[in-house]
């Protein structure tokens, strides 16, 4: 089938309070405002992953329990969440990862089973490290194979994965911090295909930093990544030829996000889908977002700029 490029968004709510009366209010107002201007079937919500942990706060699973309801209500595509497990190393090394595996999807299936079966809950992958600490449970393709046995998605964040194996690949063998990682394991950047029957959602972008580097614009365009270009290339190409269908979305770090980075983020993806033997020619791959007038402030805290989607890989 023809890759068909569509304008989608994806509306993230980014921490905690985010979930708080006032704040959830208006996020659903934006989100609902966001439905209408793209088409629910083109938006996608991002669930908060800072001080968001739903396996322990009852609040934050309730609140995640609400946003299946009011996504279905809206007819909206999805819901992305993450673990929200992150803890030093020292806590990690302490407790068994399988365990904690467990209690995420048995929070997740809970959720998944409220649903009529119109709007998917997807698990992304994470980084090990980050800023804020390690997330060492779903952070390689193996981490997520008995996902889909929960009624869970998969959302496959390619920027994301790069990080972690390359935060893996620049620790010294044999040294302090290699071993302090409790979750290592020898892979590869285009080994996610394993997934191909699980994944439902993609995010797409390259990175500039790994480990807990401090720096704040970690998502950027494959022409202004840490590796090389090529790499981004491969996988975009990679992921066309698995012939799913899940949405796939190009995500500039939210600070970034302005004309310039996503022209530049656009004009790649647009070579690289020229190439492709799906591509339709006739076919634009443009912004052609217009900020709301009203219910969407243009800098609100609870709505990122759009991102581009490719619809229909199949």
């Known amino acids: 089938m023809p890759l068909v490029p569509v304008n989608a968004v994806e ?16 996020l659903w107002k934006n989100i609902e405002e966001a439905s209408r201007i793209f088409g629910p079937h083109h938006t996608t919500f991002h669930f908060p992953i800072h001080e968001c942990c739903y396996v322990t706060d009852s609040f934050i699973k309730d609140r995640l329990m609400e946003s299946m309801y009011r996504a279905e209500d809206l007819g909206l595509r999805g819901i992305v969440v993450c673990c929200n497990q992150i803890r030093s190393g020292k806590d990690w ?19 998944a089973t409220r649903s ?15 800023r804020r600490g390690m997330s060492p449970l779903f952070c390689y393709p193996r981490d997520f194979r008995h996902v889909s046995d929960f009624g869970i998605g998969v959302a496959w964040d390619f920027g994301n994965y790069v990080r972690t194996l390359t935060t893996i690949g620049l620790l010294e063998p044999g040294s302090r911090a290699r071993v302090f990682i409790p979750n290592i394991q020898h892979c590869h950047f285009f080994d996610f295909t394993v997934l191909a029957k699980s994944i439902v959602h993609w995010h797409f972008s390259a990175i500039n930093c790994a480990g807990a580097s401090t720096c704040v614009f970690d998502k950027v365009p494959p022409t202004q990544g840490l590796l090389p270009e090529s ?16 949405d796939l979305i190009f995500e500039p770090a939210p600070n970034l996000f302005h004309p310039g980075v996503a022209k530049e983020m656009l004009r790649w993806a647009k070579e690289v889908l020229r190439n492709s033997s799906t591509w339709e020619e006739q076919v634009d791959l443009e912004p052609v977002w217009q900020p709301p007038q009203q219910s ?3 800098r609100s805290p609870y709505f990122n700029a759009p991102r581009q989607r490719v619809s229909g890989l199949r």
């Open 231 to 246: 790499i981004y290339r491969e996988a975009l190409q990679i992921i066309l030829n698995m012939d799913l269908d899940a």
């Open 296 to 298: 969407i402030p243009r």
């Open 11 to 26: 509306c993230t709510a980014l921490r905690r309070r985010c979930l708080e009366d006032r704040s959830w209010v208006n």
């Open 93 to 111: 090394n302490t407790c068994s990862l399988e365990t904690e595996r467990r209690k995420v999807l048995s929070v997740l299936a809970q959720i």
């Open 116 to 130: 009529r079966g119109n709007t998917w809950i997807a698990l992304e992958n994470l980084p090990i490290i980050t």
